[in-house]
C-alpha cells in the first residue's frame, strides 16, 4: 500500500496486550489498569488474521507489543502463527525483558526474529523509581537471555530523561563496546504518563552527542533511528527523534490495539475498529486507516502534548 503522500506502508505494530507487569511512570497509571473482559479483546485467531489481511496489502514487518507482551497467555503459540504466515519477512517483540529467561528461547525458535528491551536505567535504585515496582537485575538477565537465545539483533530502548537518566548516556552506549547491542536513546514524548512530566525532563537526544563526542555517523538509519557507533565498538547506538526533529515524512507504520482497533498515527486519536470482522473486512478497514494516515503530526513537545487519546501501554508504541 501506498498512502496519499507516496509513503509504502509496510510495518504494523500489534499490541496484544495492554497489561504489564510493571508501572513506567511515562506508560502505565500507578494502580495499573481495570483488565477488560476478554469479549472486548483481540482473539488470538483475530490476531492472525489481521496479519494475514495486512500482508496482503503488503506489510511485510510485524512488531508484537503491550503492554507487556510476555504476560499474554499463549504468546509464543501467537508468534509461532504469526511467522508461519507467508509474506512476513520480519517478526519482532519489544518487551521489558523480565520475562525473557523464561520465554527467550522459546520465542527463537517460534520464528521471532529480534528482540528490543525496554531499559532507561542501569542503576538498581532508579530503576525501582521509574518502573515503581521492578527489579534492574531481572531486566538484565533479561538482555543475557536474549543473546543466550540465539538473538543475532538484540536493541536496548533508553527513554532520555533529563535530570533522571542524562547522567548514565556514557554507561549505556559503552554497553555496546564489547557486545553485538544496540542501544537506541528515544526523546521523551508528552504522551499519556508522560504528559505530566516537568519540562526539564523533554531533552535531545543532541546531549548523547555532546556526552560522547566520539561517536562517530554511520550514514545511514534503520527506520526512524539515525545511527552511530564508537570507533572499534561491536555494537551501534541510534538516535530517535520525535521531539527535535520530524520524521513523519518517513513514516511507514499502522498499529492495532489489543482491544482492536488501527490508529493511523501514533499522535491522532483517529481508530477504527477491527474486532468481529472478517478477514476480507479487515482488509478493507486496513485500506482505509492507510489512506486516512496524515501528512504530518501536530509541533509536539512539552507544551503541545500528543492527541493519542490513550495511554502508551494500550497504544503499544
Known sequence: ????????????????????????????????IVKRDHEEMMTAEETVDAVKAAVSLGISKIRITGGEPLVKRGIVSLCRQIAAIEGVRELCITTNGTLL??????????????????????????????????????????????????????????????????????DFVALTCDRPLEVRFIELMPIGGGMDFDKAKFISCQSVLSEVPK???????????????????????????????????????????????????????????????????????????????PQMRDHLDADNPSHAGRNMNSIGG
Do not use: W
Not at 511507514?252 to 474486532?275: F, Q, V, W, Y
Open 1 to 32: 500500500m501506498i498512502d496519499n503522500y507516496g509513503r509504502k506502508i509496510d510495518y504494523m505494530r500489534i499490541s496484544v496486550t495492554e497489561l504489564c507487569n510493571l508501572r513506567c511512570r511515562y506508560c502505565m497509571p500507578e494502580e495499573g
Open 101 to 170: 529467561p523464561r520465554y527467550g528461547r522459546e520465542l527463537k525458535d517460534a520464528g521471532v526474529n529480534r528482540v528490543n528491551i525496554s531499559l532507561d536505567t542501569l542503576d538498581p535504585d532508579k530503576y525501582r523509581e521509574i518502573t515503581r515496582i521492578g527489579d534492574l537485575r531481572e531486566a538484565l538477565d533479561g538482555v543475557d537471555a536474549a543473546f543466550e537465545a540465539g538473538f543475532e539483533k538484540v536493541k536496548i530502548n533508553t527513554v532520555l530523561m533529563g535530570g533522571f537518566n542524562d547522567d548514565e548516556i556514557k
Open 215 to 293: 561517536l562517530r555517523p554511520l550514514g545511514c538509519s534503520d527506520g526512524v533511528a539515525v545511527m552511530y557507533s564508537l570507533p572499534g565498538a561491536m555494537g551501534r547506538i541510534g538516535l530517535i527523534r520525535p521531539i527535535s526533529c520530524e520524521f513523519c515524512r518517513e513514516c511507514n507504520k499502522i498499529r492495532l490495539t489489543a482491544d482492536g482497533m488501527l490508529k493511523p498515527c501514533l499522535h491522532s486519536d483517529a481508530e477504527i475498529s477491527i474486532k468481529g470482522k472478517s478477514r476480507a473486512e479487515m482488509e478493507l478497514v486496513m485500506q482505509d486507516a492507510i489512506l486516512q494516515k
